[in-house]
């Protein structure tokens, strides 16, 4: 079965997709869609590697994403479904093209379109035993440089097909390779220039997919942190800072999104109460109120971000609320700002919490730095997005501190992890005193030109 140029797909292009469309049928052989959240970046790359996979019979082509999970949920369930049914009506159902033992999509001209994880090493190698024609690499801000270049070692199928290399990306900070390649149009190894004309990008935004949005999204977009709203309302890079402890791309490589976690050993609940006083509206500082958990494979996870603006008897309520909900093992609070205090507020909620008080003997650095490499090391992990206290982390600098306001829920985190932790953090108050670990479940003629 061969692509009918002439057959029209059942939707249409905003002026912005449009124009993305004309990047990705240029001669270019890397071509990387950046911009913010929504945009329909995704749905326009897996549309362009389905088009060059039927347009050439028994061709293969390979879609990656850092972990296969996320890619399984986000790309194989949900986008490859919809652009088959809106752009390829006459193909047969993904479920009956695709192999889910070993994850391929088998097209009718017998084509076929690979999937993997790049942090599946067994996977991978077993993949890049073959060669592709085209080679999609999905939320590549999350991808590390050496393996984009391992799996480009493979593009080399020969077939009537130009040779392309997909990318697409919610723009992290200027320090990412993406930026390097596709604005500066350097080598991320040597920094020597690139081949201008092998290289293309295009800009997409929420904004330039408005009219298939909702507009509470869009605006949910436009009120969140300027850090967030940078990256996912307007699509733009931030600017470097080599001493940051943590950079978005570092969490994006951490996050995780499909909801799949190991057993819980333990649970704690991490208060860092706010230092000041007066009207809950008033107050320049937040209680960071973190849930957090150490997973059965030893890795520790931020469950939930609960911090705010709140009066005593309100934040002792969300963290009583949360203890029960988690079947939390203990509350851990910060006690600098009186622990009696803090205690008093949690037992008067409930009586039967273990509250286990520390102490801040060392500077906000010192104890953020071990945190930060454990998140190098892929041991800490944030569930889904905490916009608010990952700004919070991306304040942190070998400097110091250099956000605007105190890191209250980083703070939290921070403490929540050093629990977990306490042998690489070694503050005495943090160890854990024998616990009762339980385990926890929980336009037509266009594409001929791809």
Known sequence: MAYDAGEQPGFNLTKAQDRAMDVLISDATHIALDGGSRSGKTFLLVFAVLARALKEPDSRHAIFRFRFNALKASVIRDTLVKVIKLAFPGLPAVSSMLNQTDWYLELPNGSQVWFAGLDDKERTEKILGMEFATLYFNECSQIPWGSVKLALTRLAMKTGLKLKAYYDLNPPSKAHWTFRVFHELRSPDDKQPLDEGKYGHYNINPADNQENLPQEYLDMLQSMPARER??????????????????????????????????????????????????????????????????????????????????????????????????????????????????????????????????????????????????????VHIIGHAPELEEQLCGFTVQGYLGQKSPDRADSHIWGMTDFFSGIVREEETKWSPPQVQSRKRSAARISRL
């Not at 699509?235 to 978005?248: F, K, M, N, P, S």
């Not at 007066?278 to 958990?293: A, C, L, M, Q, W």
């Not at 931020?302 to 988690?326: Q, T």
């Not at 600098?336 to 039967?352: K, W």
């Open 230 to 379: 940078k990256r996912f309302y307007y699509g733009q890079y931030a600017e470097i800072d080599e001493g940051a402890l943590w950079t978005e791309e570092l969490l994006d490589q951490n996050r995780v999104l499909d909801g799949v976690l190991p057993d819980m050993l333990r649970v704690n609940i991490a208060v860092d109460p706010s230092g000041c006083s007066g009207p809950e509206d008033e107050r320049s500082d937040e209680v960071g109120i973190t849930v957090n958990g150490l997973g059965t494979n030893g890795h520790g996870y931020l469950l939930e971000d609960l911090s705010g603006r709140y009066g005593p008897e309100k934040w002792g309520k969300i963290i009583a609320s949360a203890y029960e909900r988690y079947s939390a093992d203990r509350v851990v609070g910060e006690g600098n700002y009186g622990g009696d205090m803090v205690r008093a507020v949690i037992q008067a909620q409930n009586p039967d919490i273990p509250y286990v008080e520390v102490k801040a003997t060392r500077g906000k650095v010192i104890r953020a730095e071990p945190i930060s490499a454990l998140y190098e090391q892929e041991k």
